[in-house]
Structure formats: C-alpha cells, structure tokens
T-cell receptor
C-alpha cells in the first residue's frame, strides 16, 4: 500500500460545478497537509496548507483534513475553466524523517 | 520577486550520455530540493540541501546521480551515464526559514528525454 493514495481521474465537470478531490494516507507521522496545482508543463504551485483536522477556506477553495480517518479533501466552488489542471495532494512528515510525499495527482478539466 | 529558475527547460540526449540540470532558488531560501516527476506521478524527492550541506540524499541513486550546491545558492544535478528510465521532469524547489520553512516553491522543471 502506498503512503498516499489519490484517484488520478481524469475528472471533467461543467463550469460552475463544485469539485471534490480526495486523498487517503496510511502514515500517521504526516503532520502537514498540502494541495498543489500543476498546470501542463509547469511546476507545482502551493494552493492550500493545513496542519490540524478541520476546514480551511481560501476564496473558492476549501481544504478539509480528517486525521482520524486519514483522509483529506479539496473542494473548489464555482469552478472555472482556468481551474483546469492537475491537483496534487502532498503530506509532510517532520523531525528526522522530514519529507514531502505526493499523491499521483488528479487531472481536472472544467468545461465552459 | 523572481521564482525558482531552472535550465535548460528541455533536454534530449542519447542513453549513456551525461546531462546536467541547473537551479537558482528564490533569493534568501536556504533550503533547496531536487525532485523527479515521472509521467502521471507526483514528484519524488531526490535530495535536500540546507545551505551547502546535503542533509537527505537517501533517495538519490548515487551510482549515476550526483548533486552539488557549492556556495549554498545555485545547485546542479548531474546524471552520468543516463539510462532510458531517467526520462522524467526534474524539478527544483526551495523554501525559506521560520514559519515558511514547510512551503516549498517549485521551478518549472527540466523535461529530460533519453533516447
């Protein structure tokens, strides 16, 4: 079992839809949870960064962490064609084993 | 503020040839990372530097890969000799100190094709 599991999609939605992206993880040492957005032929760009269980909102984006279930989500409201990209979840373990572990990424297409 | 700069953006070589990638991190960022991203996968860490010291190179295939960050700023990643399986995007990232230490900023990557 991989440490981080993410459904690669692809996911195709109409403009204005609510998008839900999810990851599960198995390593209890993960302390920080991130979502990156990666456009084609670009590097990943940090979207959201959370530490504790619960929700964090930033504009149209909401990140949700449930540490008890080892499950994280990213919700995108009122999705736009410009949101079309690959979304990567990433999880950080600290201390002597400091390392950012990524999921495979979910390819999202928002159709106008 | 300029982001992480990488060059070249694309490189095509034949197997067994050497290749080198260059990275200039965000100004003031002491921590530098090299990642490899295979097609359809997330990035995987190769090496992490704190200033000029490689503090985690456990995932670097040392038989053919080497890296350096001599003055604690720019870094070079080298492969010699390259194999077909090395075809991937090589990403450089950097992060700052304090509360922003965990926020890694990525460059555009170097797309390597080994023929």
């Amino acid at each position: 079992q991989k440490e981080v599991e993410q459904d690669p999609g692809p996911l195709s939605v109409p403009e204005g839809a609510i998008v839900s992206l999810n990851c599960t993880y198995s390593n209890s040492a993960f302390q920080y949870f991130m979502w990156y957005r990666q456009y084609s032929r670009k590097g990943p760009e940090l979207l959201m960064y959370t530490y504790s269980s619960g929700n964090k909102e930033d504009g149209r984006f909401t990140a949700q962490v449930d540490k008890s279930s080892k499950y994280i989500s990213l919700f995108i409201r009122d999705s736009q064609p410009s949101d079309s990209a690959t979304y990567l979840c990433a999880m950080l373990s600290g201390g002597s084993n400091y390392k950012l572990t990524f999921g495979k990424g979910t390819l999202l297409t928002v159709n106008p | 503020e300029a982001g992480v700069v990488q060059s070249p953006r694309y490189k095509i070589i034949e197997k067994k040839q050497p290749v080198a990638f260059w990275c200039n991190p965000i100004s003031g960022h002491n921590t530098l990372y090299w990642y490899r991203q295979n097609l359809g996968q997330g990035p995987e860490l190769l090496i992490r530097y704190e200033n000029e010291e490689a503090v985690d190179d456990s995932q670097l295939p040392k038989d053919r890969f080497s890296a350096e960050r001599l003055k604690g700023v720019d870094s070079t990643l080298k492969i010699q000799p390259a194999e077909l399986g090395d075809s991937a995007v090589y990403l450089c990232a950097s992060s700052g100190a304090g509360p922003s230490y965990n926020e890694q900023f990525f460059g555009p990557g170097t797309r390597l094709t080994v023929l």
